[in-house]
C-alpha cells in the first residue's frame, strides 16, 4: 500500500539500536533473541573449569597458607603438574568433541620414553635421530589405532582399550629383552651436545631467574644458585598445544569438521564433511603429543620407564570433561582442557602443601568429575533445548 493514500499507516523510521523489525511494528520471533552476556558466558564450555581454578586458589590460599604453595618455587611446581597433564588433556578434549577416546595416551607415555632411550644407549644412535624415530613409530601406531576404528567401526573404547593393552606389554616384553631391565638411565650422557634434546627437557630463561634471586624476588640455595633454573620446556610445549588447538576449533574449517563429526557423524558426512580422515588425524595427534610427554621426561630426568605414564590416559580423560567436554561429542574447548589440567594441578600440589593424606586427591578427583559431568549435562540442555 501507497504510505500517501489514505488510511494508510504511517512508517515509522527505525530508531537509533533498534532492529528495524521492532521499530516498524513488526513481530519478532521470539527463537532470535539475542542471549544475555551472562547467558554467554555461562553456556561457554569452558567457564565452569575456570570457575573450579578461582575457587581452587582461593580454597588452597586459606587451607595451605604459610606453605609455601604460592611462592614462586611452588607455583612453579603446580604449573610443571599442569603443564604434563594438559599436553595430553588438550589433543584428547579435541578427539572427545569428534565423539571418540583414547585410552592408550598413558601407555603411548611410557613406550615413547622407551623407543627413544633405547637406540639412543644401546644402539648408539644420534639423540636426535633417536627422538624422530620415537615420534615416528608413535603417530604410526596412533594413525592404525584411528583406522582401526573407522574401519571396524568399532567403539573406539574398545579399540584403544585394546592398544593400552599392547603398548604397556611391548614397553616391558621388548625392553627386558633387548636390554634385560625395564628402566633405562644414562640418556642424559648420550644427549650431551644434541641439538634436539634440550628442545624438549632443557629449560630456558636461567639468567633470569639468576637475576631474580640476586634481587632477592625469588629463593636461594645455600650456594646462592636460584631455586627455579628455568621454566620446563614442557610448559612452553603446553601453551603452544594449546594456542594452536583453539585457533584450530575457533577459526579453521578443521574445527568445524570436529565439532560436526562429533555432533553428527553421519549428517557430516552427508555433508561431505572426511569424517574418517578427521578422526584419524585427531588419533595421530594424541599420540604425538603423549610422545612429546613420554620423550620430554626421558630427556628432563635422564632416564626411560617401561611403566612411567601409568593412568595417565584417564587423567587426560578427566581433564577434558572438567573443562567442559562432553562424553557424548560435539561439545567442548581447548581452553576448557587446560583449565582441567590446571585445577588437577592446583589440587595435587595443594594437598599436598597442606599436609593432607594423599588419598584425598582420588576422592577429590571422583568427586570433581562427577561435578562437572552434572553441570556439562546442564548446559548441553540448555544449549540443545532438552528437557
Known amino acids: 500500500m501507497d504510505p500517501s493514500a489514505p488510511g494508510a499507516e504511517p512508517v515509522r523510521p527505525a530508531a537509533p539500536g533498534v532492529a528495524p523489525a521492532e521499530a516498524t511494528g513488526l513481530r519478532v520471533d521470539e527463537r532470535v533473541r539475542a542471549l544475555h552476556p551472562l547467558q554467554r558466558l555461562f553456556m561457554r564450555p569452558d567457564f565452569g573449569s575456570l570457575a573450579g581454578v578461582v575457587l581452587l586458589l582461593v580454597f588452597f ?84 589405532d584411528g583406522y582401526l576404528v573407522v574401519r571396524t567401526r568399532l567403539p573406539s573404547f574398545i579399540v584403544s582399550l585394546a592398544f593400552l593393552f599392547v603398548l604397556r606389554g611391548l614397553s616391558l616384553a621388548v625392553s627386558v629383552m633387548l636390554t634385560n631391565q625395564t628402566i633405562i638411565s644414562g640418556v642424559n650422557h648420550a644427549a650431551r651436545g644434541d641439538w634436539l634434546a634440550p628442545l624438549l627437557g632443557g629449560r630456558i630463561g636461567h639468567p633470569l631467574f639468576v637475576l631474580l634471586a ?61 569424517v574418517a580422515r578427521v578422526k584419524i588425524l585427531l588419533f595421530c595427534s594424541t599420540a604425538f603429543c603423549a610422545a612429546l610427554l613420554g620423550i620430554s621426561q626421558v630427556m628432563e630426568f635422564g632416564s626411560a620407564a617401561a611403566d612411567r605414564g601409568l593412568d595417565m590416559e584417564f587423567e587426560a580423560i578427566i581433564a577434558a570433561v572438567i573443562g567442559g567436554s562432553l562424553l557424548t561429542g560435539g561439545y567442548g574447548s581447548a581452553t576448557g582442557a587446560c583449565f582441567g589440567a590446571l585445577i588437577f594441578g592446583i589440587a595435587e600440589q595443594g594437598i599436598y602443601f597442606a599436609n593432607w593424606n ?10 570433581l568429575l562427577l561435578i562437572a559431568v552434572l553441570f556439562n549435562n546442564f548446559i548441553r540442555r540448555r544449549v540443545t533445548g532438552e528437557r
Open 61 to 144: 590460599a586459606f587451607a595451605a597458607s604459610g606453605s609455601g604453595m604460592f611462592a614462586p618455587d611452588g607455583i612453579m611446581n603446580w604449573l610443571h603438574v599442569s603443564a604434563e597433564l594438559g599436553v595430553i588433556a588438550v589433543p584428547a578434549a579435541l578427539l572427545m568433541i569428534a565423539g571418540e577416546f583414547d585410552l592408550s595416551i598413558g601407555s603411548m607415555i611410557g613406550f615413547s620414553g622407551m623407543a627413544a632411550a633405547i637406540p639412543a644407549v644401546y644402539w648408539g644412535w644420534p639423540v636426535w635421530t633417536a627422538i624422530l624415530f620415537a615420534f615416528a613409530l608413535s603417530v604410526g601406531l596412533g594413525a592404525l
Open 214 to 274: 640476586r634481587w632477592h624476588l625469588i629463593g636461594t640455595y645455600r650456594d646462592g644458585s636460584p631455586l627455579i633454573s628455568g621454566i620446563p620446556m614442557i610448559m612452553i610445549w603446553w601453551i603452544a598445544i594449546a594456542a594452536v588447538a583453539h585457533f584450530v576449533l575457533s577459526s579453521t574449517r578443521f574445527g568445524n569438521h570436529i565439532f560436526a563429526t562429533g555432533g553428527d557423524r553421519n549428517a557430516a558426512r552427508s555433508l561431505g564433511v572426511p
Open 358 to 367: 594423599n588419598n584425598w586427591f582420588r576422592v577429590f578427583l571422583g568427586a
